[in-house]
């Protein structure tokens, strides 16, 4: 009996022991790996939020270059003037600001641009500009179409509006007076019709233009005549000469604002011009 469950004990006591052993065995090796399981499966879950971070960081800066104001150069073209390039071009702060940018090329009389001048144009954003509608876009167009102009470039202004007289018919100046010498070139103020060009007694060789707004312009004393009766002109173009013809003392430009063609119907021709923003000195 002691021989037989001798051998009995062995075989029932170390297949347990050898199980309890690969087991503990077991048990320890599996919850290391279930560890290292867990770890490697936990990273990637961290790692996303910091990736997304990183992107929303980087493209911040970009879409905040993007909307930055960009400047261009603008080349002045014959009519026109500070006032009409600001409000095609959209400047902020309109021609006073084109003024101060440009001062030093423009020089002390704002009035005063010629032809082939290079302006700096503080412009819009891309977005901004690209966004702009269509609709704009053919409203800033027509008021291109529409811009007003000096009659002459650089003039002073000898006599004003209604200073009184007895010289004048009517007891007082009906227009104003451009001090320039013989052969200045003289413009259409605006686009329009021409309703005469000849002689006009004492105002001598003159010009009357029609415009869009019922409002017709006088240039009188000229000395050279460019442009006829029935002729259609555009914002800046040349009607002829300055001069001295008709009852003057001087070479100058006599320019009258009407709401008709004919002499009395005058009106403010400084408020009219400026109304349309032109600068005049």
């Known amino acids: 009996m002691p021989a037989k469950g001798k051998h009995r004990r062995p075989k029932f006591l170390r297949l347990p022991r050898s199980i309890a052993v690969v087991g503990t065995g077991g048990a320890a090796l599996a919850l290391p790996l279930m560890g290292a399981v867990c770890a490697h499966a936990a990273a990637p879950a961290a790692a996303v939020p910091s990736a997304v971070q990183k992107i929303t ?8 270059a993007a909307e930055k104001s960009t400047a261009k150069t603008y080349v002045v073209k014959a009519g026109d ?3 009409k390039i600001a409000d095609r071009q959209h400047v ?3 021609w006073k600001k084109l003024y101060a940018d440009n001062r030093a090329v423009v020089g002390g009389d704002p009035a005063h ?7 700096t144009i503080e412009g819009q954003s891309a977005t901004a500009g690209a966004a702009r509608p269509a609709v704009e876009a053919a409203t800033a167009a027509k008021t291109a179409d529409a811009g007003y102009t000096l009659p002459v470039e650089g003039a002073t202004i000898g006599t004003g509006y209604k200073v009184p007289g007895s010289m004048w018919s009517s007891g007082y100046h009906t227009g104003v ?3 320039v010498p013989t052969g200045t070139t003289i413009r259409s103020v605006a686009a329009g019709t021409v309703v005469s060009a000849g002689w006009g007694g004492a105002y001598g060789n003159q010009v009357v233009v029609q415009h869009a707004d019922g409002r017709y312009s006088q240039y009188a004393h000229m000395s050279a005549l460019s442009v006829s009766a029935g002729q259609t002109v555009t914002a800046g173009q040349k ?8 009852n003057v003392t001087g070479p100058h430009l006599h320019f009258e604002i009407r709401t008709t063609p004919v002499y009395g119907s005058d009106v403010d021709p400084v408020a ?10």
């Open 177 to 179: 007076d451009f001090v």
């Open 92 to 94: 902020s702060g309109g």
């Open 81 to 83: 003037t500070l006032a």
């Open 272 to 281: 009219y011009l400026r109304s349309h923003g032109v600068v005049v000195a």
């Open 113 to 119: 641009i010629s032809p082939g001048l290079k302006l």
């Open 57 to 64: 960081t980087v493209s911040a800066p970009a879409g905040t």
């Open 239 to 246: 009607l002829g000469l300055s001069g001295a013809t008709g």
